[in-house]
C-alpha cells in the first residue's frame, strides 16, 4: 500500500490538471518552463536517453561508473516502482519528501488550472530541482518517445543515447518500426554525439536519417564499438581500444547489450577505465530480473524456492526474459512458473509467446490499483491464445500461495509490468529502491 504524504495528496490533484495522462506535445510544457523562468537553461550537462528496452539499465550503469569517479550526479527515470520520489535523484539521493512536496506545490501555483498532464507537470518541477542543485551530471530518461516527450526541452545535450528500438506504445507512437525509431529520434541535436545501441535495419536507417539532416555524429554498436561475452568475461572495443571486464552486475543476456551502450557512452564523456568497470559491478536497478532474497512472499514458499521479478512489458522484453530462461535450462536449473500481470497498453499474446513453451505454469493477476490492467481473466485467455493455458489467481498472494503447495524446487517469476513489480516490492515489505 502506498504510504499516505503530503506529495501524495499533491500528486492526486495534478493528475486531474488534464482529461488524458497522455496527450504528446510541449507546447503545455514551454509554456510552464518559461513562467518559471526557464529551469532547463541552468541544468549540469546532460546526457538525455530514449529508446523502447534498456532505458533504465542503462542509465544506472552510466551511473554507477560516473558516480565512481567522485562525480555528482542527478537522474531522472520513470515509472517509479514503490514511491514518486524514486524518479528524482539529487547528486545521487533520492529527493526528500519535504523538497518534493514544496516543489510540486510550487510547479501546481505556477501553472494554475492550465491543462497539462501530470508527466509534463512533474517532469517540470524536476527539471526545476536538478537547477537548484549543483551536480556534475544530469542523466535524463526520456517518458514516453522522445521527439514530443517533455523532458525534450533541453537545447544542446552532453550526449544522447538510444537504446533498442521495438514495438510498443503504436497508439502513440506509430504502427511501424520505422515510425517508432523517428519519434526516438526526435532527441538527436545539431553537434551532439549520439550512441546508438544495437537496431533493426528499418530502425537504424531510420535514426541515421535523421542524424545525416540535424548534424548530429552517431557511434553505432557494430559500427563504432562492439561488445560481446566471451569465455566468462564482457569485451568491449572501439577506436581507443579494448577492454576487458567483469560481467554485469545485472543479470541476463540482454544486459550485455545495454552495458556496451553504457560504456560507449561513458567513453564520450571521457571517463575511464576503471569507470566503465564500476559501471557494470556497481549498478543497482530494481526489478529487471531481479531476485528477491527476503520478506514476507518468499516467507510462504518452500526451502530452496527462487522467487524473482521483472518489469519487462512488451516483446522484445519476453524475448530477453525467454533468453535467460533457456540459460538456466542450460544449466539444470529448477522449473519456471509465471506470475503474469499487464497494462491494456501492452501487446500480452505477443510478449508471453517466447515465453510459453518454456515455463511450466502461468497465473495471471489484475494489478492492483492500476486502472489500465488487463483483467486477468482477459489476461489468462491471451495467454492462451499465446499457446500457454493459464490460471487467474485474484491476487499475487494468492498465487504464491497456490505454488507454495508444490514440494519440488522451483522458480517462480513474477512479470509483465514495472507497475506489477512495484506492487510486489510493497507487498514482499521492500521500502524504496535506493
Known sequence: MRQVTGSDAILDRLLALHPKLIDLTLERVWRLLAVLDHPEHKLPPVVHIAGTNGKGSTLAMIRAGLESTGSSVHAYTSPHLVRFHERIRL?????????????????????????????????????????????????????????????????????TVITPVDLDHQQYLGETLAEIAGEKAGILKPGVPCVVARQSDQAREVIEARAAEVGAPLLINGQDW????????????????????????????HQIENAGTAIAALRVLSASDSACQA??????????????????????????????????????????????????????????????????????????RPLAPRVRSIQTVTIPDAPASILAADLARMAGDAGAPADQAESVSDAIHALAAETAPMRIMICGSLYLAGHVLGLNGHGVPN
Open 91 to 159: 547528486a545521487g539521493t533520492l529527493i526528500a519528501e519535504p523538497d518534493l512536496a514544496a516543489l510540486l506545490v510550487e510547479c501546481e501555483q505556477a501553472n494554475g488550472e492550465a491543462p497539462i498532464t501530470f508527466f509534463e507537470i512533474t517532469t517540470v518541477a524536476a527539471l526545476l530541482a536538478f537547477s537548484r542543485m549543483p551536480a556534475d551530471h544530469l542523466l535524463l530518461e526520456v517518458g514516453l518517445g522522445g521527439r514530443l516527450d517533455a523532458t525534450n526541452v533541453i537545447a544542446k545535450p552532453a550526449l
Open 226 to 253: 562492439v561488445v560481446r561475452m566471451e569465455h566468462g568475461r564482457l569485451v568491449y572495443q572501439d577506436e581507443r581500444g579494448l577492454l576487458d571486464l567483469d560481467l554485469p552486475r545485472l543479470p541476463g543476456p
Open 279 to 352: 559501471a557494470l559491478t556497481n549498478v543497482n536497478w530494481p526489478a529487471r530480473l531481479q531476485r528477491l532474497t527476503a520478506g514476507a512472499l518468499l516467507e510462504a514458499l518452500p526451502e530452496g524456492a527462487e522467487l524473482w521479478i521483472d518489469g519487462g512489458h512488451n516483446p522484445a522484453a519476453g524475448e530477453a526474459l525467454a533468453a535467460q530462461l533457456d540459460e538456466w535450462h542450460a544449466s539444470g536449473g529448477h522449473p519456471v512458473h509465471l506470475i503474469v500481470g499487464m497494462l491494456d497498453t501492452k501487446a500480452a499474446s505477443d510478449y508471453l
